[in-house]
């Protein structure tokens, strides 16, 4: 597998299944009770998703303000209100549409609906842009220049391509689902919506390989719930070149742990 995939590395594949261990029958059952599941779960996946992605990054509504404040259009929380929509909009057509980069770049669209100007959403950026603390605001990663990010972009979604037609064990799925999270993460590839964006193709990922019961999976409450573990284990490093790799493990076992939570 290793000569095909150019940016994901699956060298720390056997680690992360002697980390996860004896959790993986739990996490086969939980998915198998959640194989069937009416339009009504559905919604109700695509509320809690969406709103737990959006609370990761800064907005304030919990389940019942949301549900209060989208009835009055007058709100003062009516912008939060409209991110939540919008991500739920990306969640419900990536159910309904294939995992490629066209469609990648659409749900980006939909999802940026209040983040960014019309001409900057769906499309790569072209600006250099950096994390900031959220406290002190001092610079705490820098990802890839705009002038080498279409070639690091497509050795992602060269790699997504080939690992949605490859065999994979639900293990193997996870783990890959979780890098794609991570690469996509490091690479920063818009103007805003990244962690958006990488927690829905985490997701979507997962769906694509294992089937609908992926989207019951509460993901991105979890990533919430245990935030500073998430913030923390999601750097790996001060810029895409210095990048540490084996501080991975902590981040991939995250999503095993969401699943056996959902």
Same mark, same amino acid.
């Given at each position: 597998?290793?000569?095909? %995939?150019? /940016?994901?590395?699956? !060298?720390?594949?056997?680690?992360?299944?002697?980390?996860?261990?004896?959790?993986?029958?739990?996490?086969?059952?939980?998915?198998?009770?959640?194989?069937?599941?009416? %339009?009504?779960?559905?919604?109700?996946?695509?509320?809690?998703?969406?709103?737990?992605?959006?609370?990761?990054?800064?907005?304030?509504?919990?389940?019942?303000?949301?549900?209060?404040?989208?009835?009055?259009?007058?709100?003062?929380?009516?912008?939060?209100?409209?991110?939540?929509?919008?991500?739920?909009?990306?969640?419900?057509?990536?159910?309904?549409? *294939?995992? !490629?980069?066209?469609?990648?770049?659409?749900?980006?669209?939909?999802?940026?609906? !209040? %983040? /960014?100007? *019309?001409k900057e959403r769906g499309c790569l950026r072209k600006d250099q842009i950096g994390v900031r603390d959220a406290i002190s605001m001092r610079p705490v990663y820098l990802a890839v220049e705009p002038e080498y990010l279409q070639v690091?972009?497509?050795?992602?979604?060269?790699?997504?391509?080939?690992?949605?037609?490859?065999?994979?064990?639900?293990?193997?799925?996870?783990?890959?689902?979780?890098?794609?999270?991570?690469? %996509?993460?490091?690479?920063?590839?818009?103007?805003?919506? !990244?962690?958006?964006? *990488?927690?829905?193709?985490? &997701?979507?990922?997962?769906?694509? &390989?294992?089937?609908?019961?992926a989207w019951a999976i509460h993901s991105e409450k979890y990533y919430w719930d245990h935030r500073p573990d998430y913030y923390q284990n999601i750097a790996l490093g001060f810029n895409y070149y210095a990048l540490h790799w084996e501080?991975?493990?902590?981040?991939?076992?995250?999503?095993? &742990?969401?699943?056996?939570?959902?």
């Amino acid at each position: 597998m290793e000569q095909y %995939l150019t /940016l994901i590395s699956p !060298n720390y594949l056997q680690e992360y299944l002697r980390t996860v261990g004896w959790s993986w029958t739990t996490i086969a059952f939980k998915l198998e009770q959640r194989k069937e599941f009416s %339009l009504e779960d559905f919604e109700y996946y695509v509320v809690a998703s969406s709103l737990y992605s959006s609370k990761i990054e800064g907005n304030t509504l919990d389940v019942n303000s949301f549900f209060r404040n989208r009835e009055k259009k007058t709100s003062p929380k009516q912008k939060e209100v409209q991110e939540i929509e919008a991500l739920m909009q990306a969640y419900t057509f990536a159910a309904d549409n *294939a995992l !490629n980069r066209e469609n990648f770049f659409k749900a980006h669209f939909l999802l940026s609906a !209040n %983040l /960014l100007p *019309a001409k900057e959403r769906g499309c790569l950026r072209k600006d250099q842009i950096g994390v900031r603390d959220a406290i002190s605001m001092r610079p705490v990663y820098l990802a890839v220049e705009p002038e080498y990010l279409q070639v690091e972009f497509n050795k992602l979604f060269n790699d997504i391509d080939f690992l949605l037609n490859k065999d994979l064990q639900p293990q193997e799925v996870f783990y890959f689902a979780s890098m794609l999270h991570l690469w %996509l993460a490091q690479i920063h590839p818009f103007g805003d919506g !990244n962690g958006r964006s *990488a927690r829905l193709l985490e &997701k979507w990922f997962v769906a694509a &390989k294992l089937g609908k019961s992926a989207w019951a999976i509460h993901s991105e409450k979890y990533y919430w719930d245990h935030r500073p573990d998430y913030y923390q284990n999601i750097a790996l490093g001060f810029n895409y070149y210095a990048l540490h790799w084996e501080r991975c493990m902590p981040f991939l076992c995250m999503l095993p &742990k969401a699943v056996e939570l959902s």
